[in-house]
């Protein structure tokens, strides 16, 4: 399957969200539907998959807001409907970031599923650092309140870009 773009073609990120000292990014559940093993790719969503194409992009940095490079920034989610694969790796993947903590993944933006608001599941693992697992979510979904895990502090900064979306978060990491 050909990704849907090339990682040159996403829109770039403007500028870190962050202010020293920063509170660090709060964890949340991994959820069950973690699967060990995705492989590296900033291209999540293929051509031929349906819904609404989105950029998540953004920065790492340390609580002095400082840019970590070569941070592993790991997403899973669901696709448009809700289903998550949980027999292969469709919308699951890594890319490390560069020198500017930045990152940029290419997806579609996920369905609800009962009882969860569209969300974006991430773990993020600094070099030699500890593991950041948490979710981010989009501001103004009318299921962010009936989601009991939902925390607004994990709200993507979204922008339309024609008929796709660019979801932005800088993930702040306690060491």
Same mark, same amino acid.
């Given at each position: 399957? @050909?990704?849907?773009?090339?990682? @040159?073609?996403? /829109?770039?990120?403007?500028?870190?969200?962050? &202010?020293?000292?920063? @509170?660090?990014?709060?964890?949340?559940?991994?959820? /069950?539907?973690?699967? +060990?093993? &995705?492989?590296?790719? !900033?291209?999540?969503?293929?051509? +031929?998959?349906?819904?609404? %194409?989105?950029?998540?992009?953004?920065?790492?940095?340390?609580? +002095?807001?400082?840019?970590?490079? *070569?941070?592993?920034?790991?997403?899973?989610?669901?696709?448009?409907?809700? @289903?998550?694969? *949980?027999?292969?790796?469709?919308? %699951? #993947?890594?890319?490390?970031?560069?020198? !500017?903590? %930045?990152?940029?993944? #290419?997806?579609?933006?996920?369905?609800?599923?009962?009882?969860?608001?569209?969300?974006?599941?991430?773990?993020?693992?600094?070099?030699? #650092?500890?593991?950041?697992?948490?979710?981010?979510?989009?501001?103004?979904?009318?299921? *962010?309140?009936?989601?009991?895990?939902?925390?607004? +502090?994990?709200?993507?900064?979204?922008?339309?870009?024609?008929?796709?979306?660019?979801?932005?978060?800088?993930?702040?990491?306690?060491?």
């Amino acid at each position: 399957a @050909a990704p849907s773009e090339s990682a @040159a073609a996403m /829109p770039a990120v403007s500028e870190i969200d962050c &202010a020293a000292p920063a @509170a660090p990014t709060i964890e949340q559940t991994e959820g /069950p539907y973690y699967k +060990s093993g &995705a492989p590296e790719s !900033a291209n999540l969503a293929t051509d +031929s998959m349906p819904g609404t %194409r989105l950029t998540f992009t953004g920065y790492v940095v340390d609580r +002095s807001c400082a840019p970590i490079a *070569n941070a592993k920034v790991e997403t899973w989610q669901a696709d448009a409907t809700g @289903a998550y694969d *949980n027999a292969g790796f469709s919308l %699951r #993947g890594w890319v490390t970031t560069d020198a !500017a903590g %930045r990152f940029t993944i #290419g997806t579609v933006v996920p369905g609800e599923y009962p009882g969860r608001t569209e969300h974006v599941h991430v773990k993020v693992t600094p070099p030699g #650092g500890a593991t950041l697992t948490t979710q981010v979510y989009f501001p103004g979904s009318t299921a *962010n309140g009936e989601d009991g895990i939902y925390d607004p +502090s994990l709200d993507l900064v979204v922008i339309q870009d024609g008929d796709a979306v660019v979801g932005t978060y800088t993930f702040v990491l306690a060491s």
